[in-house]
């Protein structure tokens, strides 16, 4: 994704240690001028490089959310390494809700002792043959989550979900957020986007149906409190832990619960 700023790396010369041979044969009045006006330059040219960087590592990153069009089903690979600091035994056996959903299994597949399944709330458009042969074996099926998933409860030990509940009004939230934490033992990740960005393009609206419905953190939380879902408090503190030994920041909002009991 082109969300973050690339860090520069370039170093400024240091220009204060040119050596001046014909200085001394040059007259008192003008010999301090030369070394004045490098070093003003030098401090000049400092001051910009500083400020430049300023918006190198956070700032310019999250303005360039506002208008950019943002997966946050790409989201969830990039954050594969953290969600397994984050919650370690309990990925034994994952289910990954939204678009794409065959990318994400095929990258949880190749992490040593994880089981995957896909869900895929939308038809598949040019699906590979690795797609192909994931929906044939039915570790992918194609499923509105507008009702009832088809698992047992607790068929889970983990349940992610992305670029998906952003298209449901709170009419089916109702019905289907639930049920996301009916088939999961341990817990739910959102991964959810934020306010501002683009998510649907015009081409891509006959396939979702209508524009993404973004939503505040705030939004969600009282949300999630009036479903009688509670945060995942300590795999929370986890995965912050391990994306900020990264320097590692999220481009989608994501939320950390605790299974229904």
Same mark, same amino acid.
């Given at each position: 994704?082109?969300?973050?700023? !690339? ?13 001046? $041979?014909?200085? /001394? ?20 040219? /400092? ?76 038809? /598949? ?25 088809? %698992?047992?409860?607790?068929? *889970?030990? /983990? ?7 952003? %298209?449901? $009004? ?20 959102? *991964? ?10 015009? $081409? ?19 949300? *999630? ?13 986890? *995965?912050?832990?391990? !994306?900020?030994?990264?320097? %590692? ?9 605790? $299974?229904?009991?």
């Amino acid at each position: 994704m082109s969300r973050r700023a !690339v860090n520069p790396s370039r170093r400024l010369a240091d220009n204060g240690s040119l050596p001046f $041979s014909g200085a /001394l044969h040059q007259k008192p009045r003008t010999s301090p001028l030369l070394p004045i006006g490098l070093v003003v330059l030098g401090a000049f040219l /400092l001051i910009a490089y500083s400020y430049g960087g300023l918006g190198g590592f956070g700032g310019a990153r999250d303005v360039s959310r506002v208008g950019e069009d943002v997966s946050c089903t790409s989201e969830v690979i990039q954050a594969i390494p953290f969600l397994k600091k984050a919650y370690g035994d309990s990925m034994q056996k994952v289910l990954h809700v939204g678009p794409e959903t065959c990318s994400v299994v095929s990258k949880l597949l190749k992490e040593e002792g994880i089981e995957a399944w896909g869900i895929e709330p939308y038809d /598949l458009e040019d699906p590979d043959s690795s797609c192909k042969s994931l929906v044939r074996k039915g570790v992918v099926r194609v499923a509105d989550i507008k009702f009832p998933l088809p %698992y047992r409860p607790k068929s *889970f030990s /983990l349940v992610l979900v992305s670029d998906a509940l952003d %298209y449901l $009004s709170p009419k089916y939230l109702n019905k289907t957020l639930p049920d996301l934490a009916r088939v999961s033992s341990e817990g739910l990740v959102i *991964f959810a986007g934020y306010p501002g960005q683009q998510r649907a393009k015009a $081409s891509e609206l006959s396939k979702f149906g209508k524009p993404a419905k973004l939503r505040s953190s705030t939004w969600w939380i009282r949300y *999630f409190v009036q479903t009688s879902l509670e945060e995942n408090e300590a795999a929370a503190k986890k *995965f912050e832990q391990a !994306v900020n030994k990264r320097s %590692y920041k999220p481009s989608c909002q994501v939320f950390h619960l605790s $299974s229904s009991q």
